[in-house]
Nanobody, 127 residues
Framework: VQLVESGGGSVQAGASLRLSCAAS????????IGWFRQAPGKEREFVAA????????HYADSVKDRFTISRDNAKRTANLQMNSLKPEDTAVYYC?????????????????????WGRGTQVTVNS
């Protein structure tokens, strides 16, 4: 599956943004979708993931209660609603996917578990 992110931008602290991930190709409904982010000089880090059927989600502690991941398999899209943004949320955000019926935290939180990646979208939060 090919993934393309959109929705990034530059906002003030406390604002909201909604990132979208559009998929092309088959079997999107069989993919775990994750969002990762990478700030300059830092490693890529896990943000959120959603199971292939949308029944389970998981968030990094740093974004819990502020971000919400969702998906629409019929439209082959996944979204990341980001509220109460902070300057430390500034990063390039990536949508990623892997096609396995595996929902194990130690697996879906690792970038190396994913074999499909978008090119990323920049999110900048100004203080």
């Amino acid at each position: 599956v090919q993934l393309v992110e959109s929705g990034g931008g530059s906002v003030q602290a406390g604002a909201s943004l909604r990132l979208s991930c559009a998929a092309s190709g088959d079997f999107f409904g069989n993919y775990v979708i994750g969002w990762f982010r990478q700030a300059p000089g830092k490693e890529r880090e896990f943000v959120a993931a959603i199971r292939w059927d949308g029944r389970n989600t998981h968030y990094a502690d740093s974004v819990k209660d502020r971000f919400t991941i969702s998906r629409d398999n019929a439209k082959r899209t996944a979204n990341l609603q980001m509220n109460s943004l902070k300057p430390e949320d500034t990063a390039v955000y990536y949508c990623a996917g892997f096609r396995q019926f595996t929902w194990v935290r130690t697996y879906y939180t690792l970038p190396k578990s994913y074999d499909s990646w978008g090119r990323g979208t920049q999110v900048t939060v100004n203080s």
